[in-house]
T-cell receptor, first 114, second 109 residues
Framework: EAGVAQSPRYKIIEKRQSVAFWCNPI?????LYWYQQILGQGPKLLIQ????????DSQLPKDRFSAERLKGVDSTLKIQPAKLEDSAVYLC????????????FGPGTRLTVL | QKEVEQNSGPLSVPEGAIASLNCTYS??????FFWYRQYSGKSPELIMS????GDKEDGRFTAQLNKASQYVSLLIRDSQPSDSATYLC?????????FGTGTRLQVFP
């Protein structure tokens, strides 16, 4: 079974530029999550989708971050414009509805904002 | 009070010893509990899930849950240098997984 796929793996941009990350969850997983992990901290949930609907986006900085999951499969997270404090690893995870809340993570995208 | 608390470490243990990692959580309504292992520069990997009070064993790993004390732990028997990583405790409550900051484990030969 293929795991969660993410791209790109690394991205370096200057502040005020925009950037987009892509995620493809494990096949059949209805729920998809985007997390932000800052060095030395645990992952922090940004947004949760179930199929193509948003379940929780309470911690998403909506003035600059946006995410979509149009067909209920893969998802895109965008930052526009980026700030220095957005430097972090952006992790995508997925879970199945019958999976007892177990979440499986992709390899992540390491974003550096200069 | 943090929702999920872990000692950041590092916890240093010799090869072959038992490593004991601890986690406390604040919300009594929490339903599910997880341990993730994260190697430096890698993403978190799920290694244990526990849902009811008591012990759950999987190979060299044992997860222990005490809901009355709001405490969950992970024991790693016969620790190996390859177990050196950060171990993240995660607690599921009201549709959200809350992570601790992780405990860094170092296993020395």
């Amino acid at each position: 079974e293929a795991g969660v796929a993410q791209s790109p793996r690394y991205k370096i941009i200057e502040k005020r530029q925009s950037v987009a990350f892509w995620c493809n969850p494990i096949s059949g997983h209805a729920t998809l999550y985007w997390y932000q992990q800052i060095l030395g901290q645990g992952p922090k949930l940004l947004i949760q989708f179930q199929n193509n609907g948003v379940v929780d986006d309470s911690q998403l900085p909506k003035d600059r971050f946006s995410a979509e999951r149009l067909k209920g499969v893969d998802s895109t997270l965008k930052i526009q414009p980026a700030k220095l404090e957005d430097s972090a690893v952006y992790l995508c995870a997925s879970s199945s509805l019958a999976g007892l809340n177990e979440q499986f993570f992709g390899p992540g995208t390491r974003l550096t904002v200069l | 009070q943090k929702e999920v608390e872990q000692n950041s470490g590092p916890l240093s243990v010799p090869e072959g010893a038992i490593a004991s990692l601890n986690c406390t959580y604040s919300d009594r309504g929490s339903q599910s509990f997880f341990w993730y292992r994260q190697y430096s520069g890698k993403s978190p990997e799920l290694i244990m899930s526990i849902y009811s009070n008591g012990d759950k064993e999987d190979g060299r790993f044992t997860a222990q849950l005490n809901k009355a004390s709001q405490y969950v732990s992970l024991l790693i028997r016969d620790s190996q240098p390859s177990d050196s990583a950060t171990y993240l405790c995660a607690v599921y409550n009201t549709d959200k997984l809350i992570f601790g900051t992780g405990t860094r484990l170092q296993v020395f030969p």
